[in-house]
């Protein structure tokens, strides 16, 4: 069994930041894509950002040049540093990682920890 563990999540005035980790532990062979989604209250999830395992990274348009994430794989964790926050980034982050661990290839989620900001 594979568990993501998520912290760093908080309240924080707008233009502040914060930084968010997401460590995956269990029996892990490898992790592919791993990446940060976000929920406000009465919307979709969606993808904020995500990386390979190669480093590649993608971010959906409203977060570039604020957000950066990045990862360590000797330590199966991901990181997401939010700078310049925005009340409108409030919501609950999760992490989310492509795990491959011994025959199975399988998505894993973190609970999610909460991100307020503050006008």
């Known amino acids: 069994q594979v568990q993501l563990v998520e912290s760093g999540g908080g309240l924080v005035q707008a233009g502040g930041s914060l930084r968010l980790s997401c460590a995956a532990s269990?029996?892990?062979?490898?992790?592919?894509?791993m990446g940060w989604f976000r929920q406000a209250p009465g919307k979709w999830r969606e993808l904020v950002a995500r990386?390979?395992?190669?480093?590649?990274?993608e971010y959906m348009d409203s977060v570039k040049g604020r957000f950066t994430i990045s990862r360590d794989n000797a330590k199966n964790t991901v990181y997401l540093q939010m700078n310049s926050l925005k009340p409108e980034d409030t919501a609950v982050y999760y992490c989310n990682a492509d795990v491959v661990s011994g025959t199975l290839y399988r998505d894993y989620w973190g609970q999610g920890t909460q991100v307020t900001v503050s006008s």
């Open positions: 990386i390979t395992s190669g480093g590649g990274t």
């Open positions: 269990g029996i892990i062979f490898s992790i592919n894509t």
